[in-house]
Each structure stands twice: as C-alpha cells, then as structure tokens.
C-alpha cells in the first residue's frame, strides 16, 4: 500500500507539477516571461467579460430578459 502512496507522490511531484517548477525557475530570470500564462487567462477572461455585457445589453434591447422573480417555481 506503501508503494501505491509513493507511486501518486511521483506522478504529481516529478511529472505533473513539472510545468510549475520551470516557471518558477523561469521566473528568476524574467519576471513576464514566467507569468505570461496569468496574464493570457487575464485577457481570455477579460475578453468573454466585454462579450458577456455585450450579450447581456442586446437581449435587454430586445425585449428578451425576463427578471420576473417567480421565473423560478422556488421563489413563489
């Protein structure tokens, strides 16, 4: 039982966090080199945020939001 315990160990610590040790080796060097994956899901996010309120103000427009409180049969 031992052996399957050090064998999850190993997977995670030598082969799946692999990726996060060379950022953070990375990081001693260049500061923006070792981030840049943060600050790609910053713009993805921000991105689909614009697009969402975009969405959001069309449907408003054309009359298709419904914000009727009893929309739901829980909140009667």
Known sequence: MKAFFELIE???VDLLFMPYDLLR???VSSWWGANIVSWIFIII???YLVYWHKQILVQKA???D???TTAHSFLK
Do not use: H, I, R
Request: one cysteine or more; hydrophobic letters at 25%; charged letters at 25%.
């Open 10 to 12: 190993s997977l995670f």
């Open 25 to 27: 080796d990375f990081e």
């Open 45 to 47: 996010c921000a991105y």
């Open 62 to 64: 054309n009359n298709e």
């Open 66 to 68: 419904n914000q009727d």
